[in-house]
């Protein structure tokens, strides 16, 4: 046996890597040509991350230009993508290539629609990218050295079906050299004119130089090397920018909008800044990335770089160059950088006056934008305050005026509109529209014309105490505490008072009876046409935030509520005259728990024990007299 044959390895792919490979190569058909698009990404990122790597190790730069090289051989069919950038080892081939780009497999399948071209647009997002190389290959051959390495090169090859092979081989320099061996029926792609139209359409805005041969064979630069964020925004069409976001960030579909800045003076940088149209698959998750590179001095530093924005931003992609940190800048200096401090101030306050800027002159955009990113948004009212007046003015939120969940309101609109005599800026929290606004709580609201804001979106009870006030206006839940409406409420209160005397008593009564469950019963003014309701107190847990909790696992301790009786409710009024005529009436504790029960209900609460509630249900429907 040869000493090439004995240094060859073979092995099997993983299963997810198989269903992705037969996608690839059967499915994605409709946009095969971003297959180089993909490859030149890769070979970009490889040149980025020598670049990087040479500056606390000088030995790995041997003074070459950072490029991406491409051949075509027409008579061979076969297309020949090389870079001097970082290079791999053999364990780092296997791990990059061999497991398709780890987890991202998984998540690619799990969004795939049917629809080809939507779904080939997801190649790159998802860390697959290698791979729709085999949408237009019969085989494909990496050559590869890692730089500052020792060890000989490694070659993987593949057929894209069940397996690779692994060798050793030779490259006299680090980097990689992608050969693609074309179909037949994909020979299109062996003409230079045509790879150099793709490089134009999806890769011109690659930082390093892309060399194709000419006519006459000499290496020419198809692309435009100069970074688009140290262009004068004057210079640059939208569609560069489209072009820019798509090709060099690997943002998917279109923008929503662009903020192009170029800070001088004390502080140098320059920012390219981009809002998806649509946001990221991770937005939520445990593992999420921040979308914005930092570049030292045209140097690429990092992806992902967290400590240039807020986590509330974290939806945003683009680029942040440099001119003040030091070349050798590391994750842990960054944290403590008065500098990337000061940018990262100045980044945010941009976005958000944009923001602003969008809700006024285009509110049509700004309503899109909230469908996508208003809950991520709202996060930085609990951990923004030196912003905290920038963003009460963009949060928005559904109310008791909208028709629908489309509606959103300003808590600067809301102002505008409360009535003449109101005093604070009324909330109530649920899960969803559907649920609040039939509570019973809005009742008084409703026949008052008073609006209320539906906080229905999960992080609104985190953030509902950091807002707090709003143009001197307090913001008060319809749940909690004593209602107070001052004058608009003056009617309501007068009668309060009247029949609180008149269900003295019977509030006592009903105290007794529900004493494990509540801490006070009284008469409400809060309530039209229901019989009762729960209120927590001015400074406790509410229900939904209760329930939050408890879906978390959280222990939380009881806290028993107020139990508001409405006494103009026959049923009310039946259940007083029924205490008053025998006040040891054994079938009073069954009604009154029953009442309680109602309004657990009333709110979406769960009973706290459903079984008995039915057998107590039936037992009082069966002492119903025949007529």
Not at 58 to 71: H, W
Not at 272 to 279: D, E, K
Not at 437 to 461: Q, T
Not at 598 to 622: F, H, T, W
């Amino acid at each position: 046996m040869s000493e090439a044959n004995q240094n060859t390895q073979q092995m099997e792919f993983q299963t997810e890597a198989k269903q992705l490979l037969h996608l690839m190569i059967h499915s994605l058909y409709s946009h095969k040509e971003v297959f180089l698009r993909e490859l030149i990404s890769n070979a970009s990122d490889a040149l980025d991350k020598l670049r990087f790597e040479s500056l606390t190790n000088p030995k790995l730069n041997d003074g070459s230009e950072p490029a991406i090289r491409i051949k075509v051989d027409k008579t061979a069919k076969t297309i020949t993508v090389s870079d001097n950038g970082i290079g791999m080892g053999r364990e780092e081939v296997i791990e990059n290539i061999g497991t398709i780009a780890r987890s991202g497999s998984k998540a690619f399948l799990e969004k795939m629609t049917g629809d080809q071209k939507a779904d080939s647009n997801l190649i790159g997002q998802f860390g697959v990218g290698f791979y729709s190389v085999f949408m237009v290959a019969s085989s494909v051959k990496v050559i590869t050295k890692r730089a500052g390495s020792v060890e000989d090169a490694v070659v993987w090859e593949s057929t894209g079906e069940n397996s690779f092979t692994l060798s050793t081989g030779e490259r006299q320099n680090h980097g990689t050299d992608i050969i693609i061996y074309l179909k037949d029926e994909e020979s299109e792609y062996a003409e230079t004119w045509q790879i150099k139209n793709l490089i134009k359409k999806y890769s011109d805005f690659i930082a390093f130089p892309i060399y194709l041969p000419d006519d006459k064979g000499s290496d020419e630069v198809v692309n435009q090397t100069k970074p688009l964020w140290r262009r004068s925004s004057s210079e640059i069409t939208p569609e560069q920018y489209e072009e820019f976001y798509q090709q060099a960030l690997g943002g998917f579909g279109k923008t929503m909008c662009t903020i192009h800045n170029r800070a001088e003076g004390i502080l140098e940088y320059s920012s390219l800044i981009f809002i998806p149209a649509q946001a990221a698959f991770d937005l939520f998750s445990f593992e999420r990335k921040h979308g914005v590179k930092l570049y030292v001095k045209r140097v690429f530093i990092m992806d992902n770089c967290k400590e240039l924005l807020p986590e509330y931003l974290r939806f945003v992609r683009g680029v942040v160059d440099s001119e003040d940190l030091p070349l050798n800048v590391s994750r842990e200096m960054l944290q403590k950088n008065a500098v990337m401090e000061r940018i990262s101030k100045a980044l945010t306050g941009k976005i958000l006056d944009k923001l602003k800027e969008m809700a006024e002159n285009e509110p049509q955009t700004y309503k899109e934008f909230w469908k996508s990113y208003g809950p991520v948004l709202k996060e930085g009212l609990h951990s923004d305050y030196a912003n905290k007046e920038k963003l009460q003015e963009l949060v928005r939120f559904q109310s008791s005026i909208g028709e629908n969940a489309d509606d959103l309101v300003s808590l600067k609109q809301y102002v505008s509109r409360m009535r003449e005599d109101q005093k604070d800026i009324y909330y109530i929290t649920g899960d969803n529209r559907q649920i609040v606004e039939k509570s019973p709580h809005l009742e008084v609201f409703r026949a008052k014309s008073i609006e209320v804001l539906y906080l229905v979106d999960p992080v609104d009870e985190w953030i509902i105490n950091d807002i707090n006030s709003f143009e001197g206006k307090q913001l008060k839940s319809v749940t909690k505490g004593d209602l107070d409406l001052g004058e608009l409420g003056k009617e309501e209160a007068a009668k309060q008072k009247k029949e609180a005397s008149k269900f003295k008593k019977f509030s006592e009564r009903v105290k007794n009876i529900l004493a494990e469950s509540v801490e006070e019963v009284r008469v409400t003014s809060r309530l039209k046409d229901s019989p009762a309701c729960l209120v927590a107190g001015e400074h406790s847990m509410g229900a939904h935030m209760e329930k939050i909790m408890k879906a978390m696992g959280q222990a939380i301790p009881k806290e028993k509520r107020i139990l508001e009786i409405n006494a103009e409710h026959p049923i009310l009024q039946n259940l007083n005259a029924r205490y008053e005529k025998n006040a040891t009436d054994p079938e009073l504790e069954q009604w009154v728990t029953l009442l309680y029960e109602g309004a657990l209900i009333a709110e979406g609460q769960m009973v706290p024990d459903p079984l008995a509630y039915s057998k107590r249900i039936n037992e009082m429907l069966a002492k119903i007299s025949a007529p």
